[in-house]
């Protein structure tokens, strides 16, 4: 397109007299100064903007490519991530969120809670939050009646839930569900457990029984969310199945890791041995 716009600019050149060469490139290179030039230059713009696109989708993932190039290890190997904000991040047995990290912008999402009280738990990123508020409305609108159970927990309350598991089960069946203090994406504040009155609002496998577990694996992509930990990925994942963990990613990555029928560790390319 360059080298068309060059060839109008010497047609222009020999036809109006007492125009120089250098007056003609430069009307050529303005994309507003007339409404011929613009006609001239919009299929050019219109690929650009097509490549722009391109590009966006396949960069859509790289907050968390990008950091893993740099991404220190701490004293027990665990890798350190750099971008603990971005919603894309990825938290792991393998993968620790910086120490004393705690999200800037945690708000209680307008959603049932199993108690009434304030608690630290019933709290999520905003963006998150919100994308909850969506998805218990259009749940509400299709007869499923979901209920929050848990949300973000700090280092401190991480650590005591796990020495707590490890006390009563031991620490290697403690590790297959519980996860250790700055490992859990519950710290990151993107992350909430759900469930209903069909089990008694507690977190079992047999929540993707009930209704509401059916339509949470079916539609919680629509919203931005996917069901972390999915049954047969405990190799990959380092944890047993939870149909009732939510984690928020946003939309087009949450439609995608859905259809594909993977972790957030195989989309990334953040698997345990890599």
């Known amino acids: 397109m360059k080298w068309k716009s060059i060839i109008i600019g010497m047609g222009l050149s020999l036809i109006l007299t007492g125009c120089s060469w250098g007056q003609s490139s430069n009307s050529s290179s303005q994309e507003t100064e007339t409404p011929d030039v613009e006609q001239e230059q919009s299929g050019e713009q219109k690929e650009k903007t097509e490549n722009s696109e391109q590009q966006n989708e396949q960069e859509e993932n790289l907050p968390a490519a990008q950091e893993k190039e740099s991404e220190k290890k701490d004293s027990d190997g665990l890798t350190i991530v750099n971008e603990p904000k971005s919603i894309q991040v990825v938290v792991n047995k393998q993968r620790k969120l910086p120490e004393g990290y705690k999200p ?80 859990s994406e519950h710290q990151t504040g993107l992350a909430m457990d759900v469930t209903s009155a069909q089990v008694a609002f507690k977190l079992k496998q047999s929540f993707r029984q009930t209704n509401e577990g059916e339509w949470l694996a079916n539609h919680a992509h629509e919203y931005g969310f996917v069901i972390r930990y999915l049954e047969g990925k405990s190799d990959i994942t380092g944890y047993s199945y939870e149909p009732w963990h939510l984690r928020y990613v946003g939309k087009d990555i949450s439609t995608n890791i859905h259809n594909q029928g993977e972790t957030l560790e195989e989309f990334f390319g953040l698997h345990p041995s890599s």
Do not use: C, W
Not at 138 to 159: C, F, M, P, T
Not at 164 to 171: F, L, Y
């Open 104 to 183: 800037p912008d945690l708000v209680v999402p307008d959603v049932p809670f199993y108690f009434n009280e304030f608690h630290p738990k019933k709290q999520m990123r905003e963006e998150a939050a919100h994308a909850l508020e969506a998805l218990f409305a259009g749940a509400k609108k299709n007869g499923i009646d979901l209920v929050a159970a848990s949300g973000y927990r700090s280092y401190e309350r991480q650590k005591s839930i796990y020495e707590q598991n490890v006390a009563e089960r031991g620490e290697e069946e403690a590790n297959q569900f519980s996860a250790k203090p700055g490992t």
